[in-house]
């Protein structure tokens, strides 16, 4: 009897927001730990609440152990690394209006 594939990864960290969640599997990729975002946010209205905003971090059972080591080391993630994570994961066709309320804030500082 064969394993499905979902089965070979478990969530070793859960976040509210795919910014967070990409800079950890990011961190992961890094250190030569493949990971995956699993989302199961509701991106049409953004929706925050409870288990049906869940974002978790994936790896494979069998890189857990190294998983959790690196998130144990690692800093938590400042205003700033998700403020550049989110400014750089908007499209430049939907999102100008963002775009100009970034360009404003870098004028700014």
């Not at 009897?1 to 961190?27: C, H, K, N």
């Amino acid at each position: 009897m064969s394993t499905p594939r979902d089965q070979d990864w478990v969530a070793v960290q859960e976040y509210g927001t795919d910014f967070e969640a990409d800079i950890l599997r990011d961190r992961l990729d890094d250190a030569g730990i493949p990971a995956v975002v699993f989302s199961q946010r509701d991106h049409a209205h953004s929706l925050n609440v409870g288990t049906i905003s869940s974002v978790k971090v994936m790896v494979r059972w069998e890189d857990v152990e190294a998983a959790q080591a690196l998130i144990e080391d690692i800093e938590p993630v400042s205003d700033e690394e998700l403020t550049a994570a989110a400014l750089a994961a908007r499209h430049p066709d939907t999102d100008e209006a963002a775009g100009r309320m970034a360009d404003e804030e870098d004028s700014e500082a």
